[in-house]
């Protein structure tokens, strides 16, 4: 099968189809695959939204000060917790 036949067949299935939610996931993937990352993303949410390093290492200071303050439980903690149920 040529590309072109591909994608015509893609896009054959997607007007088939009424599932918003497979639609967006095939936007994300396809996104994915055509944009090319910013300088510094390290990874992407669920949502096709960029993460950078910086970012990732802010999320997990702020969540190991979480821990501390008592606001929220350690991952270790809570794997302990539920394994002694």
Known sequence: MSTVELRH?????LE??????LMQS????????IDKPAAGVLHYE????PI???ELVESI????????EGKKI???D?????LSE
Not at 16 to 21: A, F, I, L, N, S
Request: no cysteine; net charge negative.
């Open 78 to 82: 809570l794997k302990k917790e539920l």
């Open 46 to 49: 669920a949502d096709g939204t």
């Open 26 to 33: 095939i936007l994300v993937l396809l996104r994915k695959s």
């Open 61 to 68: 200071l702020e969540a190991n000060r979480e821990v501390k």
């Open 52 to 54: 950078t390093e910086t």
């Open 9 to 13: 067949s893609i896009v054959a299935l």
């Open 16 to 21: 088939q189809t009424d599932d918003m939610e």
């Open 74 to 76: 350690a991952l270790s």
